[in-house]
């Protein structure tokens, strides 16, 4: 008879499951009382390993890139991009969570699993250290498409992204996450200000 599998295990599987996701994405800020602090419509694409592409569309224009090495945060309004090194710890980066990394998974958060319905499961995530900016996420999904996350900070604030238009494994052109700077914008680069 085969053993179940624990929730983290079931949330890696579905996580292993992704190399590439795609989706439209809104994202909703809630306070502590939950009144409503911020609302963005965004694109975002996701590379395994480490891969992003964020593009805010409403309700002004920023770019958001990574490439595992480097993290660039355009706003466009301002005529301005940030430069910083991509942060790679899984406590404090949750997209990196979308990775398969059993062990960093294990090491850093306790996972437990409810169903929204016979089709849609929630995995609930609580940092195991108190370090963490975050006191709780969770990640919903129908089959392996990631339906929702929620984030909790440990202020009690509340960002939650529901993700449609959902396109899993589908190869994306890696110039995507690299970006090209625009003649005549300030640069704000703190990658020398942040190394050891």
Do not use: C
Request: without cysteine; negative net charge; aromatic residues 10%.
């Amino acid at each position: 008879m085969a053993q179940e599998q624990s929730p983290l295990e079931e949330l890696v599987a579905i996580l292993a499951a992704t190399e590439t996701l795609q989706a439209d994405v809104e994202q909703l800020i809630l306070s502590q009382d939950g009144r409503e602090i911020q609302e963005l419509q965004a694109e975002l694409v996701m590379q395994k390993p480490d891969r992003l592409y964020w593009h805010v569309t409403e309700p002004y224009e920023e770019l958001m890139l990574g490439d595992g090495i480097t993290l660039w945060y355009y706003e466009p309004d301002l005529e301005q991009v940030s430069i910083r090194e991509f942060p790679d710890d899984i406590e404090n980066n949750p997209i990196l969570l979308l990775n398969d990394d059993l062990q960093a998974i294990a090491d850093a958060y306790e996972v437990s699993m409810g169903y929204v319905d016979d089709e849609v499961r929630q995995y609930v995530l609580l940092p195991l250290t108190p370090s963490s900016s975050y006191e709780r996420f969770s990640m919903t999904f129908a089959g392996n498409d990631l339906l929702q996350m929620q984030f909790e900070s440990s202020v009690g604030q509340l960002t939650s992204f529901s993700f449609s238009n959902i396109v899993n494994n589908q190869a994306v052109d890696a110039g995507l996450f690299q970006f090209d700077i625009p003649a005549g914008i300030e640069i704000i680069d703190s990658r020398d200000a942040e190394s050891p």
